[in-house]
């Protein structure tokens, strides 16, 4: 169990660094760790669909990577949509909720369909998040920092 789980780190910082490295020169606000992580579960899976890996091997370390972008996108969209800035707690279990069963049912039903699924959900959710800019002039970051002030004091 060493050897995946040491392929899964070293994935995730090499593709961590080319994300940071990437970033000035794209056009879009990429999460180098979020690629990282992400990256590393869609190569994994492509490749244990391939037969090139072990998936036994790797599904310890796909559900962990699977979590963990869970978490991220949690995380990485409480401040960009106006129901996560005003109900955060919810907006994070939902979503954790959300990702984690879908991560369940991708590493029990994992197939060239289910892989194709999974990458269009996080390029959906890559565009969401890093390239669309919000359609509101209300910052959702402003209104929520002004609403933490008002219950204050």
Avoid: H
């Avoid at 979020?34 to 869609?42: Q, Y």
């Avoid at 599904?59 to 106006?82: C, D, K, W």
């Avoid at 289910?114 to 565009?127: A, D, E, N, Q």
Wanted: charged share 15%; proline share 5%.
């Amino acid at each position: 169990m060493a050897v995946p789980m040491l392929v899964v780190i070293g994935s995730i910082i090499i593709l961590t660094l080319l994300g940071r490295v990437a970033k000035p020169r794209l056009p879009l606000n990429l999460c180098a760790i979020c690629f990282g992580v992400s990256a590393t579960w869609v190569w994994i899976s492509a490749a244990a669909l391939k037969g090139v890996v072990d998936l036994e091997a790797y599904r310890l370390p796909l559900a962990m990577l699977l979590g963990g972008s869970a978490v991220g996108i949690a995380y990485q969209g409480e401040y960009r949509f106006t129901v996560s800035t005003k109900y955060p707690l919810l907006w994070k279990t939902a979503v954790i909720s959300a990702g984690l069963i879908l991560a369940f049912w991708y590493l029990n039903n994992l197939s060239l369909k289910t892989w194709v699924l999974m990458v269009g959900i996080l390029g959906v959710l890559g565009y969401l998040y890093f390239v669309r800019k919000p359609g509101t002039t209300e910052n959702p970051t402003v209104a929520y920092l002004e609403e933490k002030l008002k219950r204050c004091c």
